[in-house]
């Protein structure tokens, strides 16, 4: 998952994100209220840990912004020294998935972490070989897709880029992100690089402007979302 942590506190920020890309997830750390809030304006994620008291717009205030004026839904756990009943009530009404309390367990944190991650889930078919998307098999082992028996061999980017967008069907991912996921990091060098491999997969999975069942379409000034095609779309660049 790629997750934003939202904590003022630089030792426990460390310590939070080398447990979760330790386990696999993509963190952007936040230090304040406002800085989070200026991050949604460039990137996407898939959990928010939040910490109550942080300088700007406190914790339940950047929830109720994700909330009311983003309408974002991705799960949302308060990492908090509050642990009075009433607080916690409060951030949950307010639309909070989970709370740990500070100090950190960090045993106890994953679990929460990993019990949301299940619920996030796409709705695909999961076997040993690979995954099922829409119809689109991907085959992790051999790095290829399987679109109607039809085998579609891939380079290890082209496949992981692949995966990425259809992990997250109908949402719009940033260049950021995938250039974070994909290849490590973000510099302007790799820019056109993305933009080839976009125009490969496009072409390889038959998911281009002239899809007929997903299009890989632009999202101007941000990024790629990839969207199952209703009757009479249009094509999109």
């Known amino acids: 998952m790629h997750i934003a942590l939202l904590e003022d506190e630089a030792t426990l920020a460390q310590e939070v994100k080398a447990l979760l890309t330790g386990a696999g997830h993509t963190v952007v750390h936040f230090a304040d209220g406002h800085a989070i809030i200026q991050g949604l304006l460039k990137d ?29 839904n991705s799960p949302v756990v308060f990492l908090t020294s509050n642990s009075a009943e009433e607080q916690i ?19 106890e944190f994953m679990a ?65 992100r995938i250039m974070q996921e994909v290849w490590g990091r973000e510099e302007d060098a790799l820019s056109r690089t993305l933009d080839v491999h976009i125009s490969w997969i496009r072409r390889k999975l038959g998911i281009g402007a002239q899809g007929t069942r997903l299009r890989l379409n632009v999202v101007h000034g941000y990024g790629y979302r990839l969207v199952k095609v209703t009757e009479g779309a249009e094509a999109n660049p």
Do not use: M
Request: aromatic share 8%; proline share 6%.
């Open 44 to 72: 996407t994620f898939d959990l928010f840990v939040l910490d109550w008291h942080v300088p700007g717009p406190n914790g339940l205030q950047v929830l109720s912004h994700l909330r009311q004026n983003q309408k974002i």
């Open 89 to 107: 009530v409060q951030a949950l009404d307010a639309g909070a998935d989970d709370y740990c309390s500070k100090p950190l367990r960090g045993v």
């Open 112 to 176: 929460r972490i990993s019990a949301l991650q299940r619920r996030l889930l796409p709705q695909t078919l999961r076997v040993p070989e690979g995954e099922l998307f829409e119809g689109f098999f991907f085959q992790g082992v051999d790095r290829r897709v399987v679109i109607e028996g039809e085998p579609v061999n891939l380079t290890e980017k082209e496949f992981e880029l692949s995966l990425l967008l259809f992990q997250n069907l109908e949402r719009p991912i940033s260049r950021h």
